[in-house]
């Protein structure tokens, strides 16, 4: 009898527990601060727009993430970190679109995109202008194509810097429409617009940051957006899709994912708070001015996403030898 007495007494402690505790992953989540890995420099543009999410879910919610810089190897330190952590919604990292395109620049990595981890949310596309001097014969993105088709390897084409995301759209827009020119790669930005604005280079990419400007006061001419439609801010500009060059579509995107085999219940918590963050009008007011394009989609929306990615640019790099320095 005591020792029936002892074992009902601790099944019914058990039972007690078990219904005093909130389920996991649900509105308890998270119970405390969860560390956000940031895979890129301290202050840069993603880690700034993932400051305004988690500002917006702490006053909204009471929730805090913290932001934790672990640079290095072009995002690949951060990530692989990620990969190995708890899958207990504790751990998370900040992605852009260099995420899809490492695969095809460290071929030995220690994790696998789709894999080693669980997608949150694509959260927003920040879109590139392509731009011409105003006094060239391009007056859209389908004159530049066209030239570029007519006088191969005679047009140059300016980035920021071999790899780089003014640097790979350029070679994603010369690969579908199967034309040739030279990159020209610079090592500041300021140097490739003013070689633009003076006409020694033809043509390139950049953000509404970067380039709209240029283009209000008449000193650029924009061709054309990046992305497969067309953004608000300038609702008039097709895109290069609509211009000739099929399958088009560019953008420097941002997004969230945890670590493999982290609970669903946690994901689709994650995804709620995140996806209202970027949709809240407040925060996407101070986005907008980069060409902003706000996602919010569903975890699974997004493990396809970064899928299709992976493998357009792997394919980019198979199909045209593209190599890249690594760091």
Same mark, same amino acid.
Not at 10 to 20: G, K, N, R
Not at 212 to 235: D, F, I, M, Y
Not at 248 to 265: C, E, H, N, Q, R
């Given at each position: 009898?005591p020792?029936r ?5 601790v ?6 527990a078990l ?6 992953g649900? #509105?308890?989540y998270?119970?405390?601060?969860v560390?956000?890995?940031s895979?890129?420099g301290?202050g ?6 993932f ?6 879910i702490?006053?909204?919610? #009471? ?9 290095g ?15 207990d #919604? ?6 852009s ?10 071929p030995n990595?220690?994790?696998d995109?789709?894999r080693d981890f669980a997608p949150?949310?694509l959260l ?14 391009f007056?859209?993105a389908?004159d ?7 006088r191969?390897?005679?047009l140059?084409?300016?980035?920021a ?7 790979l ?11 040739r020119?030279t990159?020209v790669?610079y ?5 490739r ?6 006409g ?5 990419m ?5 380039? @709209?400007?240029?283009v209000?006061?008449g000193?650029?001419?924009a ?9 608000p801010?300038?609702?008039? @500009?097709?895109?290069?899709?609509e211009?000739g060059?099929?399958g088009?579509d560019?953008s ?8 493999a085999?982290?609970?669903p219940?946690?994901v689709?918590?994650?995804n ?5 963050a970027?949709?809240?009008?407040e925060?996407?007011?101070k986005l907008?001015a ?11 929306q997004?493990r396809?996403f ?5 493998e ?10 593209l ?5």
């Amino acid at each position: 009898m005591p020792m029936r007495n002892s074992v009902s007494t601790v099944v019914f402690a058990v039972l007690v527990a078990l219904q005093a505790a909130p389920a996991f992953g649900q #509105g308890d989540y998270p119970a405390k601060p969860v560390t956000l890995i940031s895979p890129f420099g301290a202050g840069g543009s993603v880690e700034q727009e993932f400051r305004l999410y988690t500002q917006h879910i702490l006053e909204n919610t #009471g929730k805090r993430f913290l932001i934790d810089a672990r640079v290095g190897a072009g995002g690949t330190v951060g990530a692989n970190y990620v990969a190995k952590a708890t899958p207990d #919604g504790y751990t998370l990292l900040a992605v852009s679109s260099a995420f899809a395109i490492t695969p095809s620049v460290y071929p030995n990595l220690p994790y696998d995109n789709n894999r080693d981890f669980a997608p949150v949310s694509l959260l927003t596309k920040h879109v590139y202008l392509l731009v011409v001097n105003p006094n060239s014969p391009f007056r859209n993105a389908a004159d530049y194509v066209a030239a570029a088709r007519a006088r191969p390897g005679e047009l140059n084409f300016g980035t920021a810097g071999i790899g780089g995301a003014t640097h790979l759209p350029g070679e994603l827009l010369h690969y579908l429409t199967k034309t040739r020119v030279t990159f020209v790669h610079y090592k500041t930005p300021p140097q490739r617009v003013l070689d633009l604005v003076a006409g020694r280079i033809d043509a390139a990419m950049g953000s509404f940051t970067l380039m @709209l400007p240029q283009v209000r006061t008449g000193k650029l001419r924009a061709a054309g957006v990046s992305s497969n439609q067309r953004v608000p801010l300038l609702a008039d @500009l097709p895109t290069l899709e609509e211009q000739g060059a099929p399958g088009y579509d560019f953008s420097s995107w941002v997004g969230l994912i945890a670590p493999a085999k982290t609970p669903p219940a946690v994901v689709s918590r994650l995804n709620a708070l995140f996806a209202a963050a970027a949709r809240d009008p407040e925060v996407f007011r101070k986005l907008e001015a980069d060409g902003t394009i706000a996602v919010a989609g569903s975890p699974e929306q997004f493990r396809q996403f970064i899928a299709v990615e992976t493998e357009r640019w792997r394919k980019l790099f198979a199909d045209t030898g593209l190599r890249l320095e690594q760091e």
